[in-house]
């Protein structure tokens, strides 16, 4: 790696609050920019900010631990460079550190005849990324898992596999603090006030500020001139959890998805320690950290984001009324149970009783045409740089888009 030299004009760094680097958002992305980072600046003091007590409290730690293997994707995208780099990466990463990992691999099902289109066109899409993905016939994929349903044929993923991504995350964050990064939790971004950064832990002063702020990305971004274009459209997403010592599965089992969109549809999940849970939805939240019930309510948040899906409701080019809709029906424990029985045999109600921890997708809302942005979007220039769009399966990908955001960065400062 070539290390550079962090250029400015800005007086030299001295106080605790003061750093070359300030990152907002102390969740994956954040964690491994900052290594990034320090791997290019040897010498530069790195602080990240989070406002909760601790990192991992919102996407990073509720996401669904699953180490995708990047066929979902078109070639000129982002995400199918970054998902097959980031799989390979975490999956040695978790070996080093010997960190838990499920490698159960994954099985993509058509439930009829018009799914064998989509299996095609994700077989050819692997193909083109490099990514191994074997087509196998209905017997072959019962091989792998007696319980599966498919039409005629299936496709499996032997790279995909589970971790707990808590526990890669809090090792992440045990790498930078064992690299001299500071992180400072309980401290809240508020806004810019030139030269500083005030927050509710005080005002910081940085060379450089990052925002990897996943929910409130675009909102601090626009303080900066960036997102100009762009709104983050929360979606909650649920996950109905098997009962212990329940039903057992192979393998990861999804449908063929609609491509149109960036949900994969409701599917079978492994957990590290092989629980099996049904998810996740994709319901629109009323407000960024609609989780449960009224909790981190905000009434003007909630407000504009209303606006925004009646908007929707009205006019939007990805079928936003029956994705909401549908979505909205998943709110019944039994819908969701009726539509996994798609993918298995022998599912019944009881086998799962529990809801799991909800999570927020931060899905980016391109204002200009109205749809839901599908690949990774970044903004920056010479003083910040704005993660806006890092949802699925950016946990995956994390390392590779992380050293290319942190490549970007230095070629901007330098």
């Not at 070639?75 to 097959?84: C, E, I, P, Q, Y």
Request: overall charge neutral; proline content about 5%; glycine content about 6%.
């Amino acid at each position: 790696m070539k290390h550079n030299s962090l250029k400015t004009n800005k007086p030299s760094l001295t106080t605790s609050n003061t750093s070359d680097f300030l990152i907002a958002g102390a969740g994956i992305i954040g964690v491994t920019i900052a290594l990034k980072l320090k791997e290019r600046f040897p010498d530069a003091k790195i602080i990240i900010i989070e406002k909760e007590h601790e990192a991992g409290m919102h996407a990073s730690g509720r996401n669904s631990g699953v180490l995708h293997a990047g066929f979902y994707y078109t070639k000129d995208s982002l995400k199918a460079k970054f998902t097959k780099e980031g799989n390979a990466a975490l999956t040695s990463y978790c070996h080093e550190r010997q960190l838990p990992i499920n490698h159960c691999g994954k099985l993509v099902v058509a439930r009829n005849e018009n799914d064998l289109t989509g299996l095609d066109e994700l077989l050819k899409r692997a193909q083109v990324n490099d990514i191994i993905l074997k087509p196998i016939d209905a017997y072959e994929a019962r091989e792998i898992e007696p319980r599966v349903k498919t039409f005629e044929r299936a496709l499996f993923s032997p790279s995909t596999s589970t971790v707990n991504p808590k526990i890669v995350l809090d090792s992440l964050i045990k790498d930078a603090k064992d690299e001299g990064i500071e992180l400072h939790v309980n401290t809240r971004y508020l806004k810019q006030q030139q030269p500083n950064h005030l927050t509710t832990n005080g005002n910081y002063s940085s060379k450089y500020f990052i925002n990897c702020a996943g929910l409130y990305a675009d909102q601090i971004a626009r303080q900066f001139g960036f997102s100009k274009d762009y709104r983050i459209l929360p979606f909650k997403g649920l996950y109905l959890y098997s009962k212990p010592g329940g039903i057992s599965l192979n393998t990861h089992i999804y449908p063929v998805p609609d491509l149109n969109k960036p949900f994969l549809g409701t599917h079978f999940t492994l957990t590290v320690d092989n629980q099996v849970k049904i998810g996740p939805t994709a319901i629109p939240a009323f407000w960024r950290e609609h989780y449960t019930g009224f909790d981190n309510f905000n009434l003007g948040e909630s407000l504009d984001i209303l606006r925004r899906e009646a908007a929707l409701l009205l006019h939007s080019n990805f079928g936003f009324r029956e994705l909401a809709l549908e979505e909205l029906k998943k709110y019944s424990r039994r819908y969701l149970i009726k539509q996994a029985r798609a993918l298995v045999d022998g599912i019944e109600n009881q086998d799962f009783p529990e809801w799991g921890k909800p999570g927020i997708r931060a899905q980016l809302l391109n204002l200009k045409n109205n749809t839901l942005e599908m690949d990774f979007v970044v903004e920056g220039d010479d003083q910040s740089f704005h993660v806006l769009n890092a949802v699925s399966p950016a946990f995956s990908g994390s390392l590779p888009f992380a050293e290319y955001i942190s490549g970007k960065i230095a070629t901007l400062i330098n």
